[in-house]
Nanobody, 123 residues
Framework: VQLQASGGGLVQAGGSLRLSCAAS????????MGWFRQAPGKEREFVAA????????YYADSVKGRFTISRDNAKNTVHLQMNSLKPEDTAVYYC?????????????????WGQGTQVTVSS
């Protein structure tokens, strides 16, 4: 199983980035997917999640209205569109796959993790 995250970078506050996560080695449509982030010195935190068919999405309060999670089951990819970025969004962003029923919001809910992509927002 491999989850390859990409799309991170350096952006000014107020800018946008689109993260992508390409999955291989698993029946992608059987997994709900999530994005988490970890800032230096902090615990990994939930950002967004999407159900297996993309019909349900969930967001942390801190990103609601600014971030949008989506998936393309035909291409085994999940995306995170991040708009109106703030310096506090700076972190390493990880995508993760969750096999069990429902959508997970905790780190322990997820079965597979990608390697992370750095997002840095300058003020």
């Amino acid at each position: 199983v491999q989850l390859q995250a990409s799309g991170g970078g350096l952006v000014q506050a107020g800018g946008s980035l689109r993260l992508s996560c390409a999955a291989s080695g698993l029946p992608f449509s059987s997994y709900s997917m999530g994005w988490f982030r970890q800032a230096p010195g902090k615990e990994r935190e939930f950002v967004a999640a999407i159900s297996r068919n993309g019909g349900s999405t969930y967001y942390a309060d801190s990103v609601k209205g600014r971030f949008t999670i989506s998936r393309d089951n035909a291409k085994n990819t999940v995306h995170l569109q991040m708009n109106s970025l703030k310096p506090e969004d700076t972190a390493v962003y990880y995508c993760a796959a969750h096999l069990r029923a429902g959508v997970g919001k905790d780190v322990d809910d997820y079965d597979y993790w990608g390697q992370g992509t750095q997002v840095t927002v300058s003020s």
